[in-house]
């Protein structure tokens, strides 16, 4: 899956007339393209550090609808490494791209979504991956497949390790993170990931679900359910 191909079916669902935001790094310049994304779309300004803008942008460069839901996972040392399992990840990701310091993963969507239920989708999904919560903002950028993240020495190329290109509705994503408290000992895809209700030291009240993510242990505050 090349750049093009990658872009076109992260935006696939987007309005008429919307444009996605290209970047020659996290400083760099901006460029906007029009949807749907030409196919062989190749820049030599987007091969290192090559970014764009996960929200598409409206005729007046505003992100009030999002096409997919993301979450990025660091994975900065073996200890990380060991213990995440992408094939063990429910729901599916519709693409999962190695970013060099761990993985981008996406959830297409098959309509779009108003931004502030996409980030909240977001948010849901990445307590479930153990993902970074600050990257679940409409206007953030992630760095594009077949370019080279340069923050590491030697740098380190971007690529899609697995892609199913499946598209979600809006319930049945949000369904997927309510299962976790309203069927605790209901088990997925994988034997290493499995969701039950547990006993841990410091959440032993029954106002949290626990994820247990073989080995790690995630906790779902019930007021973080929708």
Not at 36 to 59: A, F, H, I, Q
């Amino acid at each position: 899956m090349d750049v093009s191909e990658f872009l076109a079916e992260l935006f696939a669902v987007a309005p008429p007339g919307f444009r996605v935001e290209l970047r020659a790094g996290p400083a760099g310049r901006s460029t906007l393209v029009g949807l749907p994304v030409r196919p062989g779309l190749n820049s030599p300004s987007l091969t290192r550090d090559g970014m764009y803008g996960v929200c598409p942008r409206d005729s007046r460069g505003l992100v009030p609808v999002a096409t997919h839901v993301w979450a990025d996972v660091d994975l900065k040392d073996d200890a990380a490494r060991e213990r995440f399992h992408l094939d063990a990840i429910y729901p599916d990701p519709s693409i999962a791209v190695m970013s060099g310091g761990g993985y981008h993963l996406y959830w297409l969507l098959d309509q779009p979504l108003e931004a502030p239920q996409a980030v909240r989708l977001a948010k849901l999904l990445v307590l479930v991956v153990h993902g970074d919560p600050a990257v679940c903002e409409p206007k953030r950028i992630l760095r594009l497949p077949g370019t080279v993240n340069t923050k590491y020495s030697p740098p380190r190329d971007v690529v899609v390790v697995g892609s199913n290109c499946v598209r979600y509705g809006q319930r049945e994503l949000l369904n997927a993170v309510r299962r976790a408290h309203e069927q605790p000992a209901a088990r997925f895809r994988s034997e290493q990931f499995h969701l039950t209700r547990c006993q841990l030291p410091e959440r032993n009240d029954d106002r949290s679900v626990a994820v247990v993510h073989s080995p790690v242990i995630l906790c779902l505050p019930r007021s973080s359910l929708i």
